[in-house]
């Protein structure tokens, strides 16, 4: 009875022992790991390396760790991008024609949603089961573009290019990772 007890505690421990070794509790979520399963064509391994190490959590973070890190970083690049375009429309708005004032406004605006978004996802990340955000971040991920849209309907350059290019990338974070996970 007591050599049972002991021998199923031991068989108890090797399961738990290699459970624990599969979720990559040791050594497997580094960030360069990490960001190897995500590099692909639409991500590049360097701007996934340099963009999430910026927060010290993204070194042993695994996937799912990362993909709220992605989204805390695409909090803060839409709330720089969008005090920026206030920056725009105070500086060069005022001289420029409707159309370019009316195209800042509209990047404002998508930048406002995707703000509104990232926060929504975010709060309900924690919690909820991560593939119904997909949708949500998809939502996200089109926002760069309205921007852009906007300036190209009236063929006029967009002075929010660079920006809307690195935010664009940023979002195929979040992305990938749930597409990886999902597979
Ligand atoms: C790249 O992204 C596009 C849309 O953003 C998607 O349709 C496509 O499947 C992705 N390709 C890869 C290789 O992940
Ligand atoms: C946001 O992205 C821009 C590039 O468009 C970068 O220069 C800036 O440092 C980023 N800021 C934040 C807070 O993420």
Redesign the pocket.
């Given at each position: 009875m007591n050599k049972i007890s002991a021998i199923s505690y031991c068989f108890l421990m090797v399961i738990t022992f290699l459970l624990h070794g599969v979720h990559g509790g040791g050594g497997d979520d580094t960030l360069e790991n990490n960001c190897k399963k995500l590099a692909s064509a639409n991500i590049s391994y360097d701007f996934c390396v340099t963009n999430l190490q910026v927060n010290p959590r993204s070194k042993s973070a695994n996937l799912q760790e990362l993909g709220l890190i992605s989204m805390d970083?695409i909090v803060?690049?839409a709330?720089?991008?969008k005090s920026h375009i206030v920056k725009l429309q105070k500086e060069q708005g005022k001289g420029k024609s409707l159309s370019f004032r009316n195209s800042l406004q509209n990047c404002w605006n998508s930048y406002s949603m995707a703000l509104y978004t990232a926060n929504q996802v975010i709060k309900g990340m924690s919690t909820g089961p991560r593939y119904s955000y997909l949708q949500a971040i998809e939502v996200i991920h089109r926002s760069p573009n309205n921007c852009e849209a906007g300036f190209m309907k009236w063929k006029l350059k967009s002075p929010l290019t660079?920006?809307n290019k690195?935010?664009e990338h940023l979002v195929r974070i979040p992305i990938q990772i749930i597409t990886y996970m999902s597979q």
């Open positions: 970083l803060a690049n709330t720089y991008i660079k920006e690195h935010f």
